[in-house]
T-cell receptor
Framework: DAGITQSPRHKVTETGTPVTLRCHQT?????MYWYRQDPGHGLRLIHY???????DKGEVSDGYSVSRSKTEDFLLTLESATSSQTSVYFC???????????FGPGTRLTVL | GIQVEQSPPDLILQEGANSTLRCNFS?????LQWFHQNPWGQLINLFY???GTKQNGRLSATTVATERYSLLYISSSQTTDSGVYFC???????????FGAGTTVTVRA
């Protein structure tokens, strides 16, 4: 199994509070991704990173920011959480040639 | 963007039965993957198969890239095969995987 961990695994928060989700990998892979999974929408890309300090937006990036200061860590921040951001968040990684992607265990976030 | 269609949307099987899941996509791709999402929500890699045929135990997959489809075969199904099966593709001009809506498989003992 790919060495990917996500923390926290579950979080309940209130509207308007900041939230940071962490993805940590032990594979030294170049590419890292954040997806969200919602009923009726499948998995959709939020942001991705192609190297340390190199990130770009995905298809549903509004309300989210990311940072990658080390190869192994990719952080997703909700600056001011809203109920529409209640979802399951998955981190993924892939190697130099952007081939096979491997997914972490997911974080279930509930915004009340 | 690329369209990914999976069929059937739902499948109910008796333990021991065989089945075929299909994935159609609308453009050429560099990456095609099959995943199994188990009842606990974990996404498990089944196959990385942009073209050709692969087998792993009771599962096998075939991708015909020129005709833009992939098939996942489950043989001698077991209750542990239950869950949602996703096909995901990545076109050459994109970083992200685009997922199909999935096929929900229920295997009954």
């Amino acid at each position: 199994d790919a060495g990917i961990t996500q923390s926290p695994r579950h979080k309940v928060t209130e509207t308007g509070t900041p939230v940071t989700l962490r993805c940590h990998q032990t594979e030294n892979h170049r590419y890292m991704y954040w997806y969200r999974q919602d009923p009726g929408h499948g998995l959709r890309l939020i942001h991705y990173s192609y190297g340390v300090k190199d990130t770009d937006k995905g298809e549903v990036s509004d309300g989210y920011s990311v940072s990658r200061s080390k190869t192994e860590d990719f952080l997703l921040t909700l600056e001011s959480a809203t109920s529409s951001q209640t979802s399951v968040y998955f981190c993924a990684i892939s190697g130099q040639s952007m081939d096979e992607q491997f997914f972490g265990p997911g974080t279930r976030l509930t915004v009340l | 963007g690329i369209q990914v269609e999976q069929s059937p949307p739902d499948l109910i099987l008796q333990e021991g039965a065989n089945s075929t899941l299909r994935c159609n996509f609308s453009d050429s791709v560099n990456n095609l993957q099959w995943f199994h999402q188990n009842p606990w929500g974990q996404l498990i890699n089944l196959f990385y198969i942009p073209s050709g045929t692969k087998q792993n135990g009771r599962l096998s997959a075939t991708t015909v890239a020129t005709e833009r489809y992939s098939l996942l075969y489950i043989s001698s199904s077991q209750t542990t095969d239950s869950g949602v099966y996703f096909c995901a593709v990545r076109p050459s001009n994109d970083y992200k995987l685009s997922f199909g809506a999935g096929t929900t498989v229920t295997v009954r003992a």
